[in-house]
């Protein structure tokens, strides 16, 4: 089971970089400066790994009274299994 969690540190950002940098810039071919943008460090970034091996990220970014559901990315291995549900239910709830 993936286990979800707040990015808290350097190494868990860059975790969600690298499943970010698979999923988009490598599989869907997105130019690194359209991924990794001005956003970054005012975004709440969320972790999901299994076993220790990072499988999912997303970020939250906050916005007056709103939230932003963003980045939501699940590794090509892990996808159509629910993640990606409860990836998205565990934003909404910190949200």
Not at 11 to 32: G, H, S, W
Not at 50 to 77: D, M, Y
């Amino acid at each position: 089971m993936i286990h979800f969690r707040i990015v808290n540190s350097q190494t868990d950002l860059l975790k969600a970089y690298l499943v970010r940098a698979i999923v988009f810039m490598e599989e869907q071919n997105c130019p690194y400066d359209e991924e990794i943008d001005e956003f970054e460090y005012e975004s709440l970034h969320i972790l999901g790994e299994l076993n220790g091996e990072p499988v999912a990220a997303a970020r939250i970014r906050f916005w007056q009274t709103h939230a932003k559901l963003e980045r939501i990315c699940i590794r090509k291995s892990w996808r159509g299994k629910g993640a990606g549900n409860k990836l998205v239910k565990t934003m909404i709830q910190i949200a």
